[in-house]
């Protein structure tokens, strides 16, 4: 069996208050952990870690403290030949949209039971997050200069780092088995 984990470095950083990248890696190993010990058949899966490279080189860290994990491996981009995920604003529209076609035709379940530092929560939060997020429309400030369109769920004081997680886990699980025919083992 395979898992796959996110990483947002975001939610990391503003919603657990962690700055300190050794507290953060230790984090994801204790989250790993956890998985493990749910259930019998988790005990012994490849866990492949997805991490956001977009502020620099927080993927690739990641990959040097926790790479003596047993069994887990990073997501590689084989074509900027880098560890991590970008995301990309069009990376961003077609996650979003394969999300929304997968909730659609009912391809996507989250599990009963969640795994994190507040189980509870978390449902709630994913709920909350998904129902604000969407295309944000900003006029130009002159006539010379473009509209811009983005998608964001920062409405208000939210955050929508655990819907971009879903998002891009969708995403990329499928890019990665469709476009690079790699099915992790």
């Known amino acids: 069996m395979t898992l796959l984990l996110y990483v947002s470095g975001m939610y990391l950083t503003r919603a657990l208050h962690i700055t300190e990248p050794s507290k953060q890696f230790a984090l994801v190993q ?5 998985i493990r010990k749910k259930a019998v058949q988790w005990l012994d899966s490849n866990v492949y870690i997805y991490v956001e490279r977009n502020l620099g ?21 084989y074509v900027a030949q880098r560890v991590g995920i970008f995301t ?12 929304n076609v997968m909730l659609r035709e009912d391809r996507i379940h989250i599990a009963p039971v969640l795994i994190s530092r507040d189980d509870a929560m978390v449902r709630t939060r994913l709920r909350e997050q998904l129902e604000v997020y969407s295309y944000q ?15 964001s769920g920062k409405v208000g004081g939210m955050r929508d780092d655990i819907a971009i997680c879903l998002q891009l886990g969708v ?9 690079n025919r790699r099915v992790p083992t």
């Not at 040097?64 to 590689?76: E, G, P």
């Open 30 to 34: 204790e989250h790993i952990a956890k």
């Open 57 to 77: 080189f927080e993927a690739e860290h990641h990959q040097k403290a926790l790479d003596s994990l047993r069994k887990v491996f990073f997501r590689v981009d």
């Open 88 to 99: 990309t604003n069009t990376v961003k529209h077609a996650a979003c949209e394969l999300l």
């Open 137 to 151: 429309f900003k006029q130009a400030e002159s006539v010379f200069a473009q509209e811009r369109v983005a998608l």
């Open 171 to 179: 995403y990329f699980t499928n890019h990665d088995i469709t476009v």
